[in-house]
């Protein structure tokens, strides 16, 4: 899949937060606890009337086919041409006590890290669900406040059961 | 789930030509029994559908690209052989460029049975359902199989 485009602010501030910190987030633990008070980050909270079981099957199931994808990016101007190959890798861990679903972006071409970022790219994207009785879990976002919208859209629908459609990554940024 | 490198590559291969406008060619749909039933539900991209089949050793063969430019397209796939189904959508503008999302999913119908698909994108999210229904039974879904479970027989 392809896209030409120039990356928004957005985009910029997830790069910015994991290369302009002192010491980027190497982990998901990590980026909960930079994430909320980071610059064009935010955190939400939402429940819904499922079982954690039942949300965490849905992110085995969705994340994989649905995020495990390469975008590229090029933004060609008078004088300039930017060629950006993006990779977003999922991971889904389930334990007793919640399911967690991290999203990573790692510019392959185009963008410049100052430091190493983690295996996998920079943590962009963590949702935790959290049991709240037999029928009900708890969604604990930690994501970008702009530019990700698709994504957040296509997790809640993940959460909730009413759309399991995959986000189009072409449209982050 | 072990991926046949080989086989994957010959599939992203064939995907690719058949996404390039150059190497597409229709899909015949030549066969008497439309077996599957594609119901588009699009909004701001175009898709097509592209057909490949898959041979014993997860070998796949191009064989064509239907537009889904219809609020149902019937088409006929091979019974009790693997195919593989690219459903592409895609959209293109001065402003925005070009975009381009892909959903794949291996399929081998059951003689006798139908399928029908619904391929929608809204809102920038999108999906592919598969559905099987036996001879006067009610649909049921299927899950999407990935290429990578292709195995060579």
Not at chain 1, 17 to 31: D, G, M, N, R
Not at chain 1, 68 to 73: G, H, M, N, S
Not at chain 1, 100 to 113: A, D, P, R, S
Request: positive net charge; glycine residues 8%.
């Amino acid at each position: 899949m392809t896209r030409t485009w120039i990356a928004s602010a957005a985009g910029v501030a997830v790069v910015s937060l994991a290369s302009c910190a002192v010491k980027q987030p190497q982990t998901a633990e990590e980026f909960r606890k930079v994430a909320p008070g980071a610059m064009f980050m935010k955190t939400e909270t939402y429940e819904v009337n499922r079982a954690l079981r039942d949300v965490a099957s849905t992110f085995e199931r969705r994340a994989p086919g649905c995020l495990k994808v390469t975008v590229r990016t090029v933004s060609q101007t008078t004088g300039s041409y930017q060629n950006i190959v993006t990779e977003y890798t999922p991971t889904v861990v389930v334990g007793g006590a919640r399911a967690e679903l991290h999203v990573q972006q790692l510019h392959k071409t185009g963008v410049l890290y100052p430091s190493k970022p983690p295996e996998g790219g920079v943590y962009i994207f963590v949702a935790d669900a959290y049991p709240e009785g037999a029928k009900r879990t708890r969604i604990q976002i930690y994501g970008p406040s702009r530019g990700y919208d698709v994504l957040h859209r296509a997790v809640r629908g993940w959460a909730t059961g009413d759309n399991l459609g995959c986000p189009d990554m072409t449209k982050i940024g | 789930m072990r991926l046949a490198p080989a086989a994957l590559a010959c599939a992203l291969a064939a995907a690719l030509l058949g996404g390039c406008s150059g190497g597409r060619k229709s899909y015949p749909n030549d066969l008497p029994e439309k077996n599957v039933s594609v119901r588009p539900a699009l909004s701001g991209v175009r898709a097509v559908l592209h057909i490949h089949g898959v041979d014993a050793q997860c070998r796949t063969e191009y064989l064509g690209t239907l537009d889904l430019d219809r609020p149902s397209v019937a088409l006929g796939i091979p019974a009790d052989r693997w195919s593989y189904l690219v459903f592409d959508f895609s959209s293109s503008s001065w402003l925005s460029g070009s975009h381009r999302m892909t959903q794949e999913t291996l399929l081998r119908p059951r003689a006798g049975h139908r399928y029908e698909i619904a391929a929608t994108y809204r809102e920038n999210i999108y999906d592919v359902v598969v559905r099987e229904a036996p001879p006067r039974g009610q649909l049921r879904p299927l899950p999407l199989q990935d290429f990578s479970s292709c195995r060579p027989r």
